[in-house]
Antibody, heavy 117, light 111 residues
Framework: QVQLQESGPGLVKPSETLSLTCTVS????????WTWIRQPPGKGLEWIGY???????HYNPSLKSRVTMSVDTSENQFSLKLSSVTAADTAVYYC???????????WGQGTLVTVSS | QSALTQPPSASGSPGQSVTVSCTGT?????????VSWYQQHPGKAPKLMIY???KRPSGVPDRFSGSKSGNTASLTVSGLQAEDEADYYC???????????FGGGTKLTVL
């Protein structure tokens, strides 16, 4: 069974870059699309983007100018960087795997990232 | 691309059926049969309950069913049980630019 685990700082200062890594276990990162979704406290879900194991990416147009995703197949990990963060970027960030078109079948447990000075 | 529209709340008594709607546009829900539904319990990650409008992943009870008509998709939970109390989110493929959009979520209460 595929398992995903997010890791990274839980507190980021305004204007800095949020960096998270997702480690995949129980299966290979190859041949799948991997995605990031976030959820502000008490609010709904927002798709951030996805990355294919080959490195090709597709970002949410509303975040595209600030998002960078990468993949490390040797470590079975993929990563998210979100630059110039503000308090509005405070959220639980989930890494996940696409199991079909727009379909998210495997989720990490999520990690809360707070943007505050 | 706007979020899909869901009612903020829904409720039903144990054993009853409840339906949650998800309204989009002709660019997302109405255009593709790629509507998914997720269940989220407090403090937990979402769980895929329905995909491609009406298909259930392995392990999801057949009490959960999905359908679509025009720009509106629906999730029906039959034979409500206490453990069904959760937030439910719909999503839809929205084309090559926006890829996927989510609904705002519906809090389902089992009375």
């Amino acid at each position: 069974q595929v398992q995903l685990q997010e890791s990274g700082p839980g507190l980021v200062k305004p204007s800095e870059t949020l960096s998270l890594t997702c480690t995949v276990s129980g299966g290979s990162i190859s041949s799948y699309h991997w995605t990031w979704i976030r959820q502000p406290p008490g609010k709904g879900l927002e798709w951030i983007g996805y990355i294919y194991y080959s490195g090709s990416t597709h970002y949410n147009p509303s975040l595209k100018s600030r998002v960078t995703m990468s993949v490390d197949t040797s470590e079975n990990q993929f990563s998210l960087k979100l630059s110039s963060v503000t308090a509005a970027d405070t959220a639980v960030y989930y890494c996940a795997r696409l199991t079909g078109v727009g379909q998210i079948g495997y989720w990490g447990q999520g990690t809360l990232v707070t943007v505050s000075s | 691309q706007s979020a899909l529209t869901q009612p903020p709340s829904a409720s039903g008594s144990p054993g009853q059926s409840v339906t949650v709607s998800c309204t989009g546009t002709s660019s997302d829900v109405g255009a593709y049969n790629y509507v998914s539904w997720y269940q989220q319990h407090p403090g937990k990650a979402p769980k895929l309950m329905i995909y491609e409008v009406s298909k259930r992943p392995s392990g999801v009870p057949d009490r959960f069913s999905g359908s679509k008509s025009g720009n509106t998709a629906s999730l029906t939970v039959s034979g409500l049980q206490a453990e069904d109390e959760a937030d439910y989110y719909c999503s839809s493929y929205a084309g090559s630019i926006y890829y996927v959009v989510f609904g705002g979520g519906t809090k389902l209460t089992v009375l």
